[in-house]
């Protein structure tokens, strides 16, 4: 069975970091492009961040571009985004998922809370 299990969330102050993992089993994770979406209340879910197999290629949200970084270490199937100058409208429930989700795949995600 296909697992994706979020953590690393939880409540920091505006301008704060967190660091978010992702650990997958259950599928050939190095075999594809992995992303992280997240989803405000009231708001639809958004990509925020993609990665490519290798890791060689990445890209971002406009909203997030410059303050976080995607990473993932094959080895250990587990994707990362480390998130720096966090701000308010960063709190959302965040996921990870295929480039192309898979609706089965999705976890319970990891709350991120930012605060003033």
């Known amino acids: 069975q296909v697992q994706l299990v979020e953590s690393g969330g939880g409540l920091v102050q505006f301008g704060g970091s967190l660091r978010l993992s992702c650990t997958a089993s259950g599928f050939a994770f190095s075999w594809f492009n992995m992303r992280w979406y997240r989803q405000a209340p009231g708001k639809e879910r958004e990509v925020v961040a993609g990665?490519?197999?290798?890791?060689?290629?990445?890209n971002y949200a406009d909203s997030v571009k410059g303050r976080f970084t995607i990473s993932r270490d094959n080895a250990k199937s587990t994707l990362y985004l480390q998130m720096n100058d966090l701000k308010p409208e960063d709190t959302a429930v965040y996921y990870c998922?295929?480039?192309?989700?898979?609706?089965?795949?999705w976890g319970q995600g990891t709350q991120v809370t930012v605060s003033s």
């Open positions: 990665i490519s197999r290798q890791g060689g290629q990445t």
């Open positions: 998922n295929t480039e192309i989700p898979r609706q089965s795949y």
